[in-house]
């Protein structure tokens, strides 16, 4: 046995000689020391010796052992130096050299329309304000003239948190925040950019997608103000030749309300597929503020009067850019942002 252990410390010396990376180290470790390995084997031989001879051959076994793992570990050291200085000589740096180009990043397109609103409703006077992206039924609905029992309900599918707990289906609750807060000082003028969430998934509609609502109140304000300042808004975004038009149309927290459409930035109302041979492009939805929304925000409607409106971001993006599917805009594809 002791012959074994010899001729087994010679064959480690020999791989150790030749050995070149840390992976063949590791593989000479294993071969000696691992559980089926060279010495470990003599373990189990050792059985059939005397007491007084397994001893002696036991600690003559633990003795090579200790010296082995002492001569694998300043073999890994001399071997780890010799790769860091490999390293160092193959990864030298010429400083000289010009660098690399690095790609520039760009806005995505909601937030160019977004700040592009921004900027033309502050030049109009209105001030930004904001809300809880996570809101009260009462906020949400209650307060915009939309009582639990209220059958508009089923125009939207929400987000419902709780009973009384929903993730916002529009900005619209920032209006009723600002009226409280601001009550009973005058003009109440201001847009609520953010995001707002409704079950609706397909090429025109997201789940989760940005809305700007615009508010103003204020002693005689009249719809023909509303008519005005969207005007403005829509020769701005698209054109100065871009007209509108204010259609009919039902919201409970507005009395009368208007769908607000915009000629075709295409064929100029002349009727093309982008507006399906109309002329006309829906745009946003508008109206005088409900005297039951204005007491809600804590004003007098016999006193005074304002105007609403709800701009989807998504939708303005669409049409400014000509892309037709609203998924695209979530997707994060970059060959798609690269064109912003």
Partial sequence: MLDRIREIERQVMEELEGSLSPEELQDIKVKVMGKKGSLSALYKEMRGLREEAKREMGQLINETRQRFEQMLEGK??????????????????????PGLPVRRGYQHPLTLVMDEI???????????????????????????????????????????????????????????????KMCP???????????????????THSPMFHQVEGLL???????????????????QMFGRKREIRLRPSFFPF????????????????????????????EILGSGMVHPRVLEM????????????????????AMLKYGIEDMRWLFDNDVRFLRQF
């Fill in 76 to 97: 890994e050291k001399e071997l780890m130096a010799l790769l860091l200085a490999r390293r160092l000589r193959e990864e030298t740096l010429d400083v000289s050299l």
């Fill in 118 to 180: 921004e900027e033309i409703f502050l030049v109009m006077g209105f001030s930004v304000a904001e809300g809880p992206e996570i809101e009260t039924d009462y906020y949400n609905f209650q307060a915009l003239n939309l009582p639990k029992d209220h059958p508009s309900r089923d125009m939207q599918d929400s987000f419902f948190v709780s009973e009384d707990i929903v993730l916002r289906s529009q900005t619209s609750p920032v209006q009723i925040r600002t009226m409280e």
């Fill in 185 to 203: 000082a005058l003009p109440v003028k201001i847009i609520a950019p953010g995001k707002t969430f409704r079950y609706d998934d397909d090429a």
């Fill in 217 to 235: 109140v204020d002693e005689g304000v009249r719809m023909s103000d509303l008519k005005g300042v969207l005007l403005m808004f829509v020769r």
């Fill in 254 to 281: 507005t009395e009368p309300s208007a769908e607000v459409d915009v000629s075709c930035m295409i064929c100029s109302g002349t009727g093309c597929r982008l507006c399906k041979g109309t002329g006309w492009i």
């Fill in 297 to 316: 925000g804590g004003y007098d409607p016999a006193k005074v009067t304002g105007f609403a409106f709800g701009v989807g971001v998504e939708r303005v």
